[in-house]
């Protein structure tokens, strides 16, 4: 696979990136400029200009002129779709689906939460993905193709063992400090009159609404602890029920009047209300409150009692992190591994348990930095992935220090990286074939750079 360009992970940010601008400007109607024509596409002054911002905002730089480098691999994206158009290479909805949710993941990673995300670009999190929908398709079979155009490519073990050998020691890659850790979580008990209270509010906001004494956006805005939403009057943009937890699909997708609110409904982020807004084909708008009852400080101590006592009996050889994990452990992804973490490297790979330190929440990541292997950790608070205060106690199952690939231990990441020089020499030769029977014209201002493939026809 060719490498691929830093500014390809912000595509699929740019129109998120647009939006922002639209809004921004208002009224103030300003005719966007076309600076490169490949084929029969356009690529558009705004275009670059949103993945130039994206890759600033995030705090990569791009090794030379950016006016330069982006447009030029927007044009080779686009000779790779238009070869998928001819080839019919597609990309479906759920593997779309499953790159917005990985690509949103590493947003949510950066920033901290959905709440920071939402504020960023002003937007929900449904409206977000929307947004996101077309880019990331194009990315899909952009990759698609590449993959098509070098599914030959092998790299046999001679071949790794002679790159190894001839290699120069700054070839050889780094492979940093990795660590597989076991968990145990489970939730503070969050006493039931917190939840009746819960409950009853939302009845009464539901109440409200019926009877015509206010609107649900109202409410929503004043009330809802979603707080993305909660600015848009609980708005979501249009989703489909693969992109919500099940249990707030299953409410949702049985609305048919949008003047009626839904029972109230339980999910792992709190409990919601809903009003449909809109549905069209097996996509659905709504709006919701969602309202969490509160942990008192107390529920949270016994929680980590409880841990305390648990580690301690492991430590003692009363019972194994393993059995635990299995019995007593809330969390759903790993209890059934014995409670090892595992993550996907990128969406569709195989789950894999060795993790990187800035790969781990961060409250496992400081914890774990200062244990030994086979140590079992105090019990600590941390915030799950659905938002929520949860207790905790880690093991560190294996640490492997940083270290250059050596062919015994890394044979995987030597290999992949020979694959990879082939793959780009292949490419590489693609394009510049494509260069010679593909129209091409680049605006006057914007063909004064040194490309990384010097073979574009430039008409003025």
Request: proline letters at 4%; glycine letters at 4%.
């Amino acid at each position: 696979m060719m490498k691929r360009v830093v500014i390809l992970v912000f595509l699929a940010f740019a129109a998120l990136m647009q939006m922002q601008q639209v809004r921004a400007q208002g009224n103030n109607n300003v005719i966007d400029e076309v600076v490169w024509v490949v084929g029969d596409e356009a690529i558009y002054k705004s275009e670059v200009e949103d993945a130039r911002i994206q890759a600033q905002m995030r705090g990569n730089r791009l090794n030379g002129d950016p006016y330069c480098i982006i447009p030029e691999e927007l044009a080779i994206k686009k000779l790779f779709l238009n070869q998928a158009d001819i080839d019919s290479i597609y990309a479906t909805a759920s593997e779309v689906n499953a790159q917005i949710d990985y690509a949103i993941q590493v947003l949510v990673s950066d920033l901290g939460s959905e709440e920071k995300v939402e504020e960023l670009y002003q937007m929900s999190m449904a409206e977000i993905r929307n947004r996101m929908y077309d880019s990331m398709e194009d990315d899909i079979v952009s990759e698609k193709m590449q993959k098509e155009i070098t599914k030959k490519v092998k790299a046999t073990p001679a071949e790794v063992r002679r790159y190894f050998k001839d290699a120069s020691p700054e070839i050889i890659p780094f492979v940093p400090t990795q660590v597989e850790v076991q968990i145990i979580t489970r939730a503070p008990i969050i006493p039931q009159e917190e939840i009746d209270e819960v409950k009853a509010q939302l009845r009464e906001y539901t109440e409200r609404i019926q009877s015509g004494e206010t609107q649900f956006s109202t409410l929503a805005l004043l009330y809802s602890e979603d707080e993305g939403t909660a600015r848009q009057g609980g708005e979501f943009g249009f989703f489909g029920k693969a992109e919500v937890v099940p249990e707030f699909a299953a409410v949702a997708f049985s609305l048919t009047d949008p003047t009626k609110v839904s029972k109230v409904v339980e999910t792992e982020y709190g409990f919601h209300i809903i009003q449909l807004i809109e549905k069209r084909g097996d996509r659905l708008k709504v709006r919701h409150i969602l309202r969490k009852p509160k942990i008192p400080q107390s529920a949270v101590d016994d929680c980590l009692v409880m841990l305390d006592s648990l580690a301690n009996d492991i430590r003692t050889g009363k019972s194994t992190f393993d059995d635990a994990a299995f019995r007593l452990s809330a969390d759903k992804d790993t209890r059934n591994n014995k409670g090892l973490m595992m993550f996907q490297p990128e969406p569709g790979a195989t789950p894999v348990s060795r993790f990187e330190m800035q790969q781990l929440p961060q409250e496992v990541a400081r914890v774990v930095n200062r244990m030994h292997v086979g140590e079992i950790s105090d019990p600590f608070t941390m915030i799950d992935k659905s938002g929520k205060t949860v207790c905790a106690v880690v093991k560190l199952k294996t640490r492997t220090e940083g270290h250059k690939a050596t062919i015994a231990d890394d044979y995987q990441i030597l290999q992949d990286q020979v694959l990879a020089e082939k793959s780009e020499e292949i490419l590489k030769k693609w394009i510049e074939e494509k260069q010679r029977t593909t129209y091409v014209r680049i605006t006057e201002g914007w063909n004064n750079c040194e490309f990384r493939y010097p073979g574009w026809v430039i008409s003025k």
